[in-house]
């Protein structure tokens, strides 16, 4: 039997990604976003939605672009952290102690100890409501080589990526292994 | 260190939601996204991204509306199903022993089993590239009241739902509880 909640913005999972930019002086800064997601496989693209008032916003509006570091559930205070001050009175990545590296294909740093990294030229922007949603193509995608299987491909148990319960505003880790995409699913085929 | 991977629509996390939408007809089809997620706080807004060629993405231009029923891990070959064959030549629900409820304030059907349902009214569309991007208003969340906890909220460890990991095509459960949001952080400010 089902209850009806209300308006909310309430799913899951939704994502924890820490979206990376310069000013225009050149300081690196990171917020953490849980509004976003794929939105395209050609060209390959993400969105996220951001508010206008974000310190971010304004970085993002003028160099075009932004990295999103995906962190690892040891960093989940580091990403908290950049979800709740601004970089406007704040130099984030100092305070937290974590590396800012410039991206090699965007004008816009990642950080050095998050195991999973994507570089995102921003090709277009929307005014939704009180979020702007900006869609990039992803120019490059990195991992940290500690996180890689023997095919050289990002293994997320490795990677420990975190879930956010919008919710219950509550962090999770990855749990375990459940089946093969594309293939559990054809037992219902004729 | 860093390791480039190319251009690849890889983050984690990506969800699974099973996408609800009646044909001209009233026949219930449902199927799989991983591309999608909260674009706005207010109005509430949730984005699905389909391909032209989808059923589903006929059904949704001539209704203007969706459902997003999130399955349980128990449910992770129904769902994969889902994804894999066509509603044109397949009645997915009934072949899954699925129940198609129709939505209370939508014309479009959730599923009766899945323990969290968003019924959404098409606000926006946006063609990205291969994929069309629908931008929704959130009308209503539901949850089943088995997942609910003490204080009435939907529970995620109760609900179970289903992380999807594009690099692998590998579906994966939520894990532990870490940190509560907008706390945890805190100890990185002055």
Redesign the interface.
């Known amino acids: ?15 924890v ?1 820490c979206v990376g930019t310069y000013n225009s002086e050149g300081k690196p800064n990171v917020m953490t976003a ?14 996220i ?1 951001l508010r206008k008032s974000r310190y971010s916003y304004q970085n993002i509006i003028e160099s075009g672009c932004y990295t ?1 570091s ?1 962190p690892s ?1 040891k960093y ?10 601004s970089g406007s009175e704040n130099n ?1 990545l100092e ?2 102690g974590l590396t800012p ?1 410039k991206g ?1 294909f965007v004008d816009a740093p990642y950080i ?1 100890e998050f195991p ?3 570089e995102c030229k921003v ?2 922007s ?1 005014e ?4 702007i ?1 900006f ?1 990039a193509e ?8 500690s996180v ?1 299987d023997e095919s ?5 148990l490795k ?1 420990q ?29 004729d």
């Not at 992803?138 to 080589?145: G, N, P, S, Y």
């Not at 505003?169 to 037992?187: C, D, H, P, T």
């Open positions: 039997m089902k209850k009806s909640l209300g308006v909310k913005t309430l799913v899951y999972p939704t994502p990604w849980a509004w976003g997601g794929i939105c395209c496989s050609k060209p390959a693209s993400v969105t939605s999103i995906v559930a989940v205070a580091e990403a908290d952290y950049y979800g709740i001050v984030k305070k937290t590296v090699e050095e999973l990294v994507l090709n277009h929307f939704i409501g009180v979020h949603q869609i992803i120019l490059d995608v990195k991992a940290d080589e890689l050289g491909r990002p293994d997320i990677a990526p975190i879930i956010y319960d919008p919710g219950e505003s509550q962090y999770y880790s990855i749990g375990q292994k459940l089946e093969k995409a594309f293939v559990v699913g054809k037992k219902f085929k």
